[in-house]
Structure formats: structure tokens, C-alpha cells
């Protein structure tokens, strides 16, 4: 995809995050995300990819971190450091790790719920609610279940629909194929390319399962140690012989690696 031919929908700007006045976490990252894209952001354990999420979407202050230095834009507006609810509203919504479903609340139930911040009538919210079920038919069929009796996939589905329910112009995916079986992983991300063709929701998407992630994405960022070590469109990226024996488990000499060498070489070498 052209990336200049596109607006861009949000700029992370050399943003500078900290936790505690103290620990840094995020030591100047850039990201641009443009209209209509999907973009993952990929890292290993503790590379900041969360906390960058948070930062975007308002949500650092329950953890007592802020954005030091750096701005961020969304859709031209300045949000750094703004209100979670407030980047809500602007279109930004985040789906965090681990689903977070109300799990005393039925699937359908849950799914209302994510309509509540918006004043667009009455009619448009039916509509959506009704399409909701068009692109994850399997919750179709267990409206009236209690989402904590839902598997793992079932739940991150509910997850992903309450947040479109919020009618947003962008999505942030932390994780969604946490603890996931293959079968299933294939159906969430396929579920996130519909939405992002149909609904022109751009997505924005932190996977630690790179070759997914990089399989349905049209760009791509790796972070290590709070800072963006490599970025390119996904395609290049998935032949990028670091990626591929670093993120993918693929030794230069073809055959896989296993996840525990692939962990420990992790660890070993750094990007920078
Ligand atoms: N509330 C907090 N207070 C202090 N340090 C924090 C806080 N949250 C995260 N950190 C630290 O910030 C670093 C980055 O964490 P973050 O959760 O953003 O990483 P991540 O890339 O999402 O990792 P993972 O793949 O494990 O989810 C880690 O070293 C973590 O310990
Ligand atoms: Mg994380």
C-alpha cells in the first residue's frame, strides 16, 4: 500500500513514557498509522508495546505512568495525556490483553454495553448492534450465555464487538491471540481483516505471534527495549531474515527452530 497516498490517522511522535516519575519505558517512539490500514506492532516480553497502547489511548494514570516528551495525534487532535473516556470518543478504542469481558453479563449484553459513549441516534446503534453478529457469527449462536462460562476466542470475539460497538475510526488488538488454538487464531484474525475491509476500521494490532500478525497487517513495527528497531511494510518485513529467525523461528538455514532457542537467542541479542 502507498503509504503517503493516505491521511494519516495517528502520530506517535518521539513519545517518551514513565511509570512512577522514574522508570522509563518507552524512549522515543514514532509510529504513524494511516487511514484504513492495518498495522501490527511487534516486540518481545516487556518491549513497551502495551504501554504504548496505553499511551495512546489515555489509559497510563491508573498505572501512574505519563508521557513525558512526545506528542500524540489523533486524526490532527492532540491526545497526549488526555482522558482514557475522551480518546474513547475521539474513535480510538483499545481491546486489552486478556479480553476483559463482564463475565456476569450475557455475550449480547456485553456487546450493548460498548455503545455507551455514543450520541449518534438510536437507529445507527441497532444497526451496528445487528452487524455485529454478521461478522462473528459463532456469537450469534450464544447470545444469552454468560460470558464467563465463553472460551478463550469466544470471549476475545466479545471483546473485539463491544469495542466496535463504540463506533470507532481506529482499534487497538493487545494481543488477541493470547492462549489461543490455531484454529481459532486463524478466525479472530480473519474477523479483524473483515472489519478493517467492511467497516474501514483501521487497526492497529500487538501480536507476539509475528507471522500471523505480519500475514494480515500492511506495515509493520518491531520494538525492543522501549524503541522502534525496525519497521517496514509487512510483506518486507516477513522476508527479513532477522524478523524470520528472531520473531518467526526460522533458522537462515530454513529448518525451525525451536521456541525455547528462539526464546533464549531473544534474550541474547538485542537490536541495538
Ligand atoms: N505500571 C507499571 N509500573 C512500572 N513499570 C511498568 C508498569 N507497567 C509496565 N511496566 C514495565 O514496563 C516495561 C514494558 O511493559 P509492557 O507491558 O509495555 O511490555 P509489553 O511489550 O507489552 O510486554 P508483554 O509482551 O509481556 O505484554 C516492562 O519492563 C514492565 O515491567
Ligand atoms: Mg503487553
Same mark, same amino acid.
Given at each position: 500500500?502507498?503509504?503517503?497516498?493516505?491521511?494519516?490517522?495517528?502520530?506517535?511522535?518521539?513519545?517518551?513514557?514513565?511509570?512512577?516519575?522514574?522508570?522509563?519505558?518507552?524512549?522515543?517512539?514514532?509510529?504513524?498509522?494511516?487511514?484504513?490500514?492495518?498495522?501490527?506492532?511487534?516486540?518481545?516480553?516487556?518491549?513497551?508495546?502495551?504501554?504504548?497502547?496505553?499511551?495512546?489511548?489515555?489509559?497510563?494514570?491508573?498505572?501512574?505512568?505519563?508521557?513525558?516528551?512526545?506528542?500524540?495525534?489523533?486524526?490532527?487532535?492532540?491526545?497526549?495525556?488526555?482522558?482514557?473516556?475522551?480518546?474513547?470518543?475521539?474513535?480510538?478504542?483499545? +481491546?486489552? &490483553? #486478556?479480553?476483559?469481558?463482564?463475565?456476569?453479563?450475557?455475550? !449480547?449484553?456485553?456487546?450493548?454495553?460498548?455503545?455507551? $459513549? %455514543?450520541?449518534?441516534?438510536?437507529?445507527?446503534?441497532?444497526?451496528?448492534?445487528?452487524?455485529?453478529?454478521?461478522?462473528?457469527?459463532?456469537?450469534?449462536?450464544?447470545?444469552?450465555?454468560?460470558?464467563?462460562?465463553?472460551?478463550?476466542?469466544?470471549?476475545?470475539?466479545?471483546?473485539?464487538?463491544?469495542?466496535?460497538?463504540?463506533?470507532?475510526?481506529?482499534?487497538?488488538?493487545?494481543?488477541?491471540?493470547?492462549?489461543?488454538?490455531?484454529?481459532?487464531?486463524?478466525?479472530?484474525?480473519?474477523?479483524?481483516?473483515?472489519?478493517?475491509?467492511?467497516?474501514?476500521?483501521?487497526?492497529?494490532?500487538?501480536?507476539?505471534?509475528?507471522?500471523?500478525?505480519?500475514?494480515?497487517?500492511?506495515?509493520?513495527?518491531?520494538?525492543?527495549?522501549?524503541?522502534? +528497531?525496525? &519497521? #517496514?511494510?509487512?510483506?518486507?518485513?516477513?522476508?527479513?531474515? !532477522?524478523?524470520?529467525?528472531?520473531?518467526?523461528?526460522? $533458522? %537462515?538455514?530454513?529448518?525451525?527452530?525451536?521456541?525455547?532457542?528462539?526464546?533464549?537467542?531473544?534474550?541474547?541479542?538485542?537490536?541495538?
Amino acid at each position: 500500500m502507498d503509504r503517503t497516498s493516505r491521511d494519516k490517522l495517528l502520530e506517535v511522535n518521539n513519545i517518551e513514557v514513565v511509570y512512577n516519575d522514574i522508570v522509563q519505558v518507552l524512549r522515543g517512539v514514532s509510529l504513524a498509522i494511516f487511514d484504513g490500514s492495518i498495522v501490527a506492532l511487534l516486540g518481545t516480553n516487556g518491549a513497551g508495546k502495551t504501554t504504548t497502547l496505553r499511551a495512546i489511548s489515555g489509559l497510563l494514570k491508573p498505572e501512574n505512568g505519563f508521557i513525558r516528551e512526545g506528542y500524540v495525534k489523533f486524526s490532527g487532535t492532540d491526545i497526549t495525556n488526555r482522558l482514557g473516556t475522551d480518546v474513547v470518543k475521539l474513535g480510538a478504542v483499545m +481491546v486489552p &490483553e #486478556g479480553r476483559r469481558v463482564f463475565k456476569h453479563l450475557t455475550v !449480547d449484553e456485553n456487546i450493548r454495553v460498548g455503545s455507551i $459513549t %455514543r450520541k449518534d441516534g438510536i437507529q445507527k446503534i441497532r444497526r451496528d448492534h445487528g452487524a455485529m453478529y454478521d461478522h462473528f457469527p459463532r456469537l450469534a449462536k450464544i447470545t444469552n450465555r454468560m460470558a464467563g462460562y465463553c472460551s478463550g476466542g469466544e470471549q476475545q470475539m466479545i471483546a473485539i464487538a463491544r469495542a466496535l460497538m463504540a463506533g470507532p475510526r481506529m482499534l487497538m488488538l493487545d494481543e488477541p491471540s493470547l492462549g489461543l488454538a490455531p484454529l481459532l487464531v486463524k478466525e479472530i484474525f480473519a474477523n479483524i481483516r473483515t472489519i478493517n475491509r467492511e467497516l474501514n476500521t483501521t487497526i492497529l494490532v500487538v501480536e507476539q505471534n509475528a507471522k500471523t500478525a505480519l500475514g494480515v497487517s500492511d506495515y509493520g513495527y518491531i520494538m525492543e527495549s522501549g524503541r522502534i +528497531v525496525l &519497521e #517496514g511494510p509487512s510483506a518486507d518485513l516477513q522476508e527479513n531474515p !532477522d524478523v524470520k529467525e528472531f520473531y518467526m523461528g526460522v $533458522t %537462515r538455514g530454513g529448518g525451525r527452530k525451536s521456541f525455547k532457542e528462539v526464546k533464549s537467542y531473544k534474550r541474547r541479542k538485542r537490536w541495538m
